[in-house]
């Protein structure tokens, strides 16, 4: 049996975040598997000598300017898929789901659309994205099995995930509806290991650029989430919050969230 760590993290630009990202892979704490989204880069420019003279190997699915998934990891997955294979597909769809393999292990990391208001064609499009992930769910994985949905979900699943919720009941990412659709998918039986972990008040993923010194004033939302099928969640043993990342020089809004397994 041996610990593996597993992140998530929107860089909101994968070559602006690159010292930050080289911080948190050569570091003590870095990750055996670490999911990426916002990388905002399209295939043919992805900096995959950067990741292998790290020791890491690459799987990515990009676009220019906007959208990118990307799965870092030591070692080589067995398969990897964009996409939802549903037939349905379009080229914003496969730059905002990677699936990994790793032996009986999957990793499905998602950048769900952020939806802009609750009346926006963007909205009705994250709630279909949504149902597409429960879907996937029930159509490729199991629940005895050993899968991990991670990534930005733009979904604050609670009040207690989001500072001053009153203020926000018709955000995009707080609203009912919103709520209801992520129900929907972890309803199926995902275990959200992070809560499992840390029950307490005040963890978040991401505070906006747009609030006042929002990170020291710890004004921030958990976006970024860790659900795990029972298979998976029962070898979870540890999960936070990375937030040194946040401090440093030109930070992402978003950190990174690491869950840890032993399997």
Wanted: include cysteine; glycine fraction near 8%; hydrophobic fraction near 40%.
């Amino acid at each position: 049996m041996r610990k593996i760590k597993i992140s998530t993290f929107n860089v909101n630009s994968l070559k602006a975040r690159l010292p930050i990202v080289h911080s948190f892979l050569s570091g003590g704490g870095a990750p055996d598997i670490l999911c990426f989204q916002e990388t905002k880069c399209q295939d043919e420019d992805f900096p995959l000598d950067f990741f292998e003279s790290l020791g890491y190997r690459c799987s990515y699915s990009g676009m220019k300017s906007y959208n990118g998934v990307a799965i870092a990891s030591r070692e080589r997955p067995d398969r990897i898929k964009a996409g939802f294979g549903d037939g349905s597909d379009i080229a914003q769809d496969r730059a905002r789901i990677l699936r990994a393999s790793f032996g009986d292990m999957d990793v499905v990391c998602t950048y769900v659309p952020q939806g802009k208001s609750v009346d926006s064609p963007d909205f009705a499009y994250k709630k279909q994205f949504l149902a597409r992930v429960r879907a996937l769910f029930e159509r490729d994985y199991s629940l005895q099995g050993k899968m991990l949905w991670t990534g930005d979900l733009n979904v604050i699943p609670t009040d207690m995930d989001v500072v001053h919720p009153e203020n926000k009941r018709d955000h995009v990412c707080v609203c009912d509806g919103i709520r209801a659709a992520l129900e929907s998918v972890t309803s199926w039986g995902l275990v959200d290991v992070f809560r499992k972990h840390r029950p307490q008040a005040g963890e978040f993923s991401f505070w906006d650029y747009r609030v006042k010194n929002a990170f020291a004033r710890n004004i921030g939302w958990r976006l970024d989430h860790l659900f795990a099928t029972p298979g998976l969640e029962r070898h979870s043993v540890d999960a936070y919050v990375v937030r040194e990342l946040r401090a440093m020089e030109r930070p992402s809004d978003h950190t990174a969230v690491t869950g840890v397994f032993e399997i």
